[in-house]
């Protein structure tokens, strides 16, 4: 599989990176407003922090629809596509799993981790041309998300379940988020300056 797309066309491109930056920037926002909000909800898992919980996974599932819609056709707007699917299911999953407690919720919390950010990695991987900043901050993200979901349920495995762990994973993701935003910003005012 290539590791880039085809260099879209100059005015495509820069509709496309403005719609990412936003989208970028949005998204990590809202998840760093999650990660304050559930740190001070998450001592019990009850209507409040289930609700939280299901939220956090239907933003990523927002975010994958309008990405999928920005998204010329190709193999990345498939992945965008598939990793909205996931977070809709996850979002279902971790509300049916609050009921058992910490436990079966980083279960779910996560192997959604795992998929979501493989297919971060992938996407980051088909958009790393220099037109989109080379993706450094979603790669990384994507990255640790999917070791961290290893990690989510290894601890859940052991019985040694916390779910303050979240909170972390969603901070840092939304400030992975924000980097790349800031990092397309950037590279919009570079290639303006070049064509001026």
Avoid at 133 to 159: C, D, E, H, M, R
Avoid at 164 to 177: E, Q
Avoid at 178 to 184: M, N
Wanted: proline share 4%; aromatic share 8%.
């Amino acid at each position: 599989m290539s590791t880039q797309t085809s260099t879209p066309p100059n005015g495509a491109a820069a509709d496309e990176r403005s719609s990412l930056l936003r989208l970028y920037l949005t998204r990590g926002i809202l998840a760093v407003a999650w990660a304050l909000a559930f740190a001070r909800a998450h001592e019990e898992v009850d209507a409040v922090a289930i609700t939280l919980l299901v939220a956090y996974p239907l933003i990523d599932a927002v975010s994958s629809l309008l990405d999928h819609r920005a998204t010329p056709e190709g193999a990345e707007r498939r992945v965008t596509a598939f990793n909205g699917a996931v977070s809709t299911l996850a979002a279902v999953a971790v509300g049916i799993a609050g009921a058992g407690g910490e436990a079966p919720v980083l279960h779910v919390f996560g192997s959604w981790a795992v998929i979501s950010g493989a297919a971060q990695v992938i996407v980051g991987l088909r958009r790393r041309g220099p037109e989109f900043g080379k993706q450094w901050p979603t790669l990384i993200s994507g990255g640790l998300s999917f070791v961290v979901g290893i990690f989510y349920n290894l601890q859940a495995a052991g019985g040694n379940s916390s779910l303050d762990v979240l909170s972390v994973y969603a901070t840092g993701g939304g400030v992975w988020f924000i980097a790349q935003a800031v990092l397309l910003g950037w590279k919009s005012r570079q290639l303006r300056t070049q064509t001026a």
